[in-house]
């Protein structure tokens, strides 16, 4: 049984799941959902901060989880190529406590104004059967908008073409169930700071590197699944060559050892130091590298073809 499993995290049966409402949901298994309006599309996505709360909530470390919760969303609309338009906030909770309440939402606004969108309004909703223990959860929608001829979508992706990746943070927010089923005070409480860093949010870079024309023929954001999320955007018959010498934050080496999770689970679980991965025409690499940034970018890999 996985490590993963053993936290309480089921992988293999939410894939299934997925599968089995495939023919409930239009262009399912996309980082947003598509709306038709003509000459463009409205992008929809939304995402949550998940079990990273209750570690936060021990520390009393809520300012990066609105952060967190905005990221997860905006990070999933820019890998259409659709620049963010407006948030929308979920907060529930078993006892509405103030202080708590408005560290998160400053954190969602703060995470906004990074993003360059506005939060125009969201739920706030006291569930007191519902929710236990002075527990919360936090959730997230954001809309954009993307000319239809703008549009990413990974068909363009070829053999030969280069993986362009912007670090992660850390763990931004997938995989807690399984660092906290691993984690120790007294090992790691020292460590705090790094293992609740917020989620990075990419979309000025992506943004500023689309308006220079860079011919980008897939976006990925890399969160729960890890690495294998660039296989979804991926045409059949490719995948990817990653390369063996791609630099991550300690906090991962310090968990798969206290773990004793294996390279493969990792890779499954965990963003292993990529937060998002871009796809682009070889001749164009540089220009990546050419535009204003305020993150380095780094090449972790080509596409290649399947063997038959």
């Not at 790094?194 to 011919?215: D, F, M, R």
């Not at 968990?255 to 871009?278: A, H, P, R, T, Y």
Request: with cysteine.
């Amino acid at each position: 049984m996985s490590k993963y499993k053993e936290a309480g995290v089921d992988v293999a049966k939410t894939d299934n799941l997925v599968k089995e409402i495939s023919g409930l949901v239009d262009n399912i298994g996309g980082f947003g959902g598509l709306f038709d309006l003509g000459d463009s599309y409205l992008v929809g996505a939304t995402d949550g901060v998940g079990t990273k709360i209750l570690l936060a909530q021990e520390y009393d470390m809520l300012d990066g989880i609105g952060i967190d919760c905005v990221a997860m969303c905006v990070n999933d609309i820019i890998c259409t190529g659709a620049k963010p338009l407006f948030f929308l906030d979920y907060f529930a909770s078993s006892n509405i406590e103030e202080k708590q309440y408005l560290t998160v939402l400053n954190s969602i606004k703060k995470g906004c104004e990074m993003a360059g969108i506005p939060l125009i309004g969201g739920e706030t909703a006291e569930l007191p059967s519902l929710v236990t223990d002075n527990h919360f959860d936090v959730a997230g929608f954001c809309v954009g908008i993307v000319k239809k001829k703008d549009l990413i979508d990974g068909k363009k992706i070829k053999k030969g073409d280069v993986v362009v990746a912007f670090p992660s943070s850390g763990f931004h927010s997938n995989g807690y169930s399984l660092v906290r089923s691993i984690f120790n005070k007294e090992k790691h409480e020292r460590y705090i700071d790094s293992i609740l860093k917020p989620t990075k949010i990419y979309v000025k870079e992506v943004l500023n590197i689309l308006e220079a024309g860079v011919n980008i023929h897939g976006i990925a954001h890399i969160t729960g699944g890890g690495l294998s999320n660039v296989d979804r955007i991926l045409p059949k018959g490719l995948s990817v060559a990653w390369k063996d010498d791609i630099t991550k934050p300690f906090v991962f080496d310090l968990f798969q050892k206290d773990g004793n999770i294996s390279d493969e689970e990792m890779e499954k679980v965990f963003n292993n130091g990529l937060g998002l991965c871009l796809v682009v025409d070889p001749k164009e690499v540089n220009k990546v590298f050419l535009q204003k940034i305020n993150m380095p970018a780094i090449i972790v890999g080509s596409i290649e073809q399947n063997e038959k």
